[in-house]
């Protein structure tokens, strides 16, 4: 063997377990940033859905739009089960739905959590979402927690 050959082989023999180690890294952070956007996408899923369960005597009465009063149970409800399927859930579902925090403005109004102003009837989901991580969880820790956000406005 020439030595241009061992010396290949050595780095070959160094680097391989590096390379891996990176490709599972970059795996494992896909499979977060995939998580991560399907509880944003469970988030406004049910902030749709509960704007959409409108008081119906309301609505016969003078035809303006307003929130049901079980808006928010139908956010959390819905929110379970968009979250439920989603794989490496550090929690269950259900779990991190009752601790979201969801609130409705069925008139409209001012949200006391960050001061927006909503002018029509809103329902507002603020869901924080542990995912099981890796190979990152050196780095991150068992779990990284992702922070869904969501408002839907009646129209």
């Keep these: 063997m020439r030595d241009d050959q061992g010396n290949a082989t050595l780095v070959a023999v160094v680097l391989l377990p590096l390379l891996v180690l990176v490709l599972g890294a970059v795996v494992d952070l896909g499979m977060l940033r995939r998580g991560a956007a399907a509880a944003r996408a469970a988030a406004d899923l049910a902030s749709l859905v509960a704007v959409n369960d409108q008081d119906e005597a309301a609505l016969a009465g003078h035809g303006g739009l307003r929130l049901a009063a079980d808006a928010e149970s139908v956010a959390r409800e819905y929110l379970g089960r968009n979250l439920a399927p ?70």
């Design 86 to 155: 989603l794989p490496g859930l550090g929690s269950t579902a259900w779990d991190i739905a009752a601790a979201a925090d969801v609130a409705a403005f069925p008139d409209g109004g001012v949200d006391p959590r960050d001061g927006r102003t909503y002018e029509s009837p809103t329902v507002r989901v603020i869901a924080d979402v542990p995912l099981r991580t890796g190979l990152l969880r050196a780095l991150l820790g068992p779990t990284a927690v992702v922070r869904a956000h969501a408002a839907a406005a009646a129209r």
